[in-house]
């Protein structure tokens, strides 16, 4: 791997979501470790104070006010940073709605609305980044944004769920085939206390009290379950931009607050085998005492605070 320090400078980054919470924090990271970046969102106010901001800073940075999800829009980002700034070194495919309902109340729209921007957005707009890295050459870094909901699963959220679970095996699928093309690919699992993040009940209860009383998360927190800042999580980003990450691939990595870590791939936990197969009544019998013996967790854990 390569140890430099880990700077994206003076490579260009395209942002999805970029106009607030982590898409922000991100787009600002990278401004400031020295990329140009397209910052993309669907709130045209929110995209260009992004810009202002970067630079007025001194930084490089456009705004592409458009919805995520149809081809149409990817291509007019990839399009966007080659005129604006040349080329195309890295996608972050962050862009995200909630349309929150538990299996029984959630309509056809709710699941399709989800869909479309986090599984179909990161599908169109990696496609096209993909397109051109490979037509330019000198590889690139496709950084796609997961979720705890993806690795666990969340109550009320099995769109959402759903689509950052098949963002991670995306990036494992596209981190084999852009391999020869020096394309890095990973997941980003962040948390973070954001307007998404308030919606899982888990950790609602203790942002809003962050912001009740102006204190910052505590350390219990950010060190046992990996809850901080939207800033907090643009580092890893960062990382994976530069020629530092160059070899790291295929990798669904988490971070957030002070907690930086590796999820596990899905893998086999326990087998058993039956000579000539296996019947229901066979399975029922073994079950509690052979593969079912140890059951997994499912669900993002609630945060409970050390006793006083």
Partial sequence: MDLRIPTPDGKVAVVTGGGRGLGRAYA?????????VVVNDVDADAAHAVVKGITGEGGRAVAVVAPVGPTSTADRLVATAVAEFGRLDVLVANAGVLRDRVLWKMTDDDFDAVVDVHLRGTFTCARAAAARMREQGGGGSL???????GQRGNFGQANYAAAKAGIVAMARTWALELARSGIAVN??????????????????????????????????????HGLGTAEDAAALVVFLASDAARGITGQAIGI??????????????????????????????????????????????APTPPEA
């Fill in 256 to 301: 957030g607050g002070d907690r930086l870590a590796l999820w596990a791939h899905p893998k086999e936990k326990a087998v058993a085998f039956a000579e000539g197969g296996w019947t229901a009544a066979a399975i029922a019998e073994a079950w509690a005492t052979g593969v079912g013996a140890e059951p997994e967790t499912y669900g993002i854990p």
């Fill in 187 to 224: 997941a980003v699992v962040p948390v973070a206390a954001t307007d998404m993040t308030r919606t899982i009940p888990a950790f609602a209860p203790a942002i809003d009290e962050a912001e009740r009383t102006g204190a910052p998360l505590p350390g219990w927190l950010r060190r046992g």
């Fill in 143 to 149: 950084v796609l944004v997961s979720s705890p909901a």
């Fill in 28 to 36: 600002e990271a990278l401004a400031r470790a020295g990329a140009a």
